[in-house]
């Protein structure tokens, strides 16, 4: 993807999958490409658009929990782009899950019950929900991996106070409930899913993407129940698919591993499937907008400055 220069512009961040400029001191303008990460390693081919997908998805959530707590997002003016409020984030990420799967069932399974500080009940089985969601936080970490910590960890190295901590928790726990209920209705389970955070002033801002594919998990709502009591695996609409085609093909982003080759067909797959979970998710059919750069770039600074305006 191109590197643009906009207007006013202070700063630029290259993530895994977006890329982030800075304008000015107050606005943030995110690109979602089509890179493709897993196991914190960029694959080689770009995806199809992915961008615009996770894009839309992140727009259509945002505006479907702005009752809850306020977000950074102002205005979406092409398919894969966001223009919203700079926040100074908080650096951890509030992970939460509903069912016992994946990190959380890895620990279960090797016999530990505490994980980020909080216990997880005895006789449970993988996939199966807890009781109530639980909230597993991870330091967010500018390079390598993300490390679990629990609350009183969090508070005690100053990451946030014990007030803002409750503030996290409550719309954490809000937001979880309410992407449950949307996915509920498209036939979905809204499994678990990350939330970041940031302030302006004494203001909790929620940021970034929330319940895409890329930061969540959802399982087929329909026979969920049945492949549970016959400890059969889910049907779920993530990217596991990807992590599970890598680990069958002998990478894990582990040292002197090779990414396998990725071949069109497969290109192909992956972008259905995104494609698949965006009308499952939106519950719309996906209609693509393919967007030269130049149109893109004219379309940004057009709406930079309606909002430099406004600042």
């Not at 969601?133 to 390079?143: D, G, L, M, Y």
Request: proline share 5%; aromatic share 10%.
């Amino acid at each position: 993807m191109k590197l643009f220069q906009f207007p006013h512009q202070t700063n630029f961040y290259r993530g895994k999958v977006r890329d982030v400029y800075s304008i000015n001191e107050n606005l943030l303008v995110m690109i979602a490409s089509n890179r493709i990460s897993a196991f914190d390693v960029i694959l080689p081919e770009p995806i199809p658009y992915k961008g615009q997908v996770l894009n839309q998805i992140a727009a259509y959530m945002l505006k479907a929990t702005e009752d809850i707590c306020p977000n950074w997002l102002l205005h979406s003016p092409a398919p894969q782009v966001s223009i919203g409020k700079r926040c100074t984030p908080f650096k951890i990420e509030m992970v939460v899950r509903g069912n016992l799967t994946g990190h959380a069932w890895r620990t279960y399974a090797s016999g530990t019950r505490i994980l980020c500080g909080v216990t997880m009940p005895e006789g449970m089985k993988e996939n199966d929900y807890f009781p109530t969601p639980i909230i597993t936080p991870s330091t967010k970490a500018s390079e390598g991996h993300d490390e679990d910590i629990s609350k009183e960890e969090i508070i005690k190295q100053g990451l946030c106070t014990a007030e803002e901590w409750a503030q996290l928790e409550k719309y954490t726990l809000a937001l979880f409930a309410r992407g449950k209920e949307i996915a509920a209705k498209r036939g979905l389970i809204l499994v678990d899913t990350k939330y970041e955070f940031g302030k302006i002033g004494d203001t909790i801002y929620l940021m970034d993407e929330i319940h895409t594919p890329d930061s969540s998990r959802y399982f087929y709502a329909e026979g969920f129940e049945d492949r549970q009591a016959k400890g059969e695996r889910q049907k779920q609409l993530s990217k596991e698919f990807v992590r599970e085609w890598l680990i069958a093909n002998n990478f894990m982003g582990k040292e002197g591993q090779t990414v396998p080759y990725m071949s069109p067909e497969w290109i192909q797959t992956i972008s259905n499937r995104y494609i698949e979970l965006y009308e499952r998710v939106i519950g719309e059919t996906f209609k693509p907008e393919p967007i030269s750069d130049e149109e893109l770039e004219a379309k940004v600074v057009k709406a930079l400055e309606q909002y430099q305006s406004l600042h």
